[in-house]
């Protein structure tokens, strides 16, 4: 995250860390046994036995009271994901259950954000956030060691599709969230992270951090894939 802030323990109980060895992505866990992430972070298609899912954490890759690790049961990568254009960049981790049926626990370090409901409009007043252990700046070349959040607004779609912004490459299975000017933003490291925005209340996940030019950078806010738009993919993939 590039221009955000030190996150506190459990401000983000539902943020998972992949990692093959070493950190490669964030997700957002749904359900005691789901996980949510990019489909281009498993694009290379790992070994499952060489993932592990981290959640509860603040340190990246440091293990804290409150924190579990999990183990992956298998992943699924959306059928029509395309590495070229990004388009349905969106995939399902399920976790290793430890009794049937339960993986993780729930814990005030570890619970899962709501999906948005069938319909329900963003409401693009409202501002969201990210958080993750991406670059603190472009080009950074290491992740952060500190859990970093910020807040950020969505942008409309009809703008983000204006040429000064992303023109033609935003779909309507993309959002876009940030600052016009710049400087706060997702970076390498923080994809397949949530975007949540409170929503009656419930930290709601609208979004996983997928593709940018550049961080922060003018005109260039992050895209997001748009969850609302795979609410029916989630469902037939976990039940
Ligand atoms: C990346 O390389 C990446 N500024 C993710 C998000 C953004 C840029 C790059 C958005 O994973």
């Not at 254009?85 to 370090?109: N, P, Q, W, Y």
């Amino acid at each position: 995250v590039v221009g955000g802030m030190l996150a506190l323990p459990g401000s983000h109980p539902y943020l998972a860390a992949l990692s093959l060895g070493e950190h490669f992505c964030g997700g957002t866990l749904i359900a005691s046994c789901w996980v949510l992430t990019a489909a281009h972070c498993l694009q290379h298609r790992p070994n499952i036995s060489h993932i592990s899912v981290r959640l509860g954490q603040t340190h990246y890759n440091r293990s804290e009271q409150g924190s579990a690790e999990l183990r992956v049961q298998d992943y699924v990568l959306h059928e029509n994901y395309s590495q070229a254009t990004k388009s349905h960049d969106i995939a399902l981790v399920r976790l290793k259950a430890k009794a049937a049926g339960h993986c993780a626990e729930f814990s005030h370090s570890i619970s899962p954000a709501c999906l948005p409901r069938a319909l329900e409009p963003l409401n693009a007043s409202r501002p969201c956030e990210i958080a993750g252990w991406g670059h603190l700046y472009e080009g950074a070349g290491q992740l952060s060691e500190s859990l970093q959040e910020a807040v950020l607004p969505i942008i409309p779609h009809e703008q983000c599709r204006s040429p000064e912004l992303h023109g033609a490459r935003i779909s309507t299975d993309m959002l876009c969230a940030g600052y016009l000017e710049g400087g706060t933003d997702a970076c390498q490291g923080d994809s397949g992270g949530p975007l949540v925005c409170e929503e009656q209340g419930r930290a709601t996940l609208r979004g996983i951090v997928s593709w940018g030019v550049g961080c922060g950078e003018q005109d260039k806010p992050g895209v997001y894939t748009n969850v609302a738009h795979y609410l029916a993919w989630i469902q037939g993939h976990t039940g």
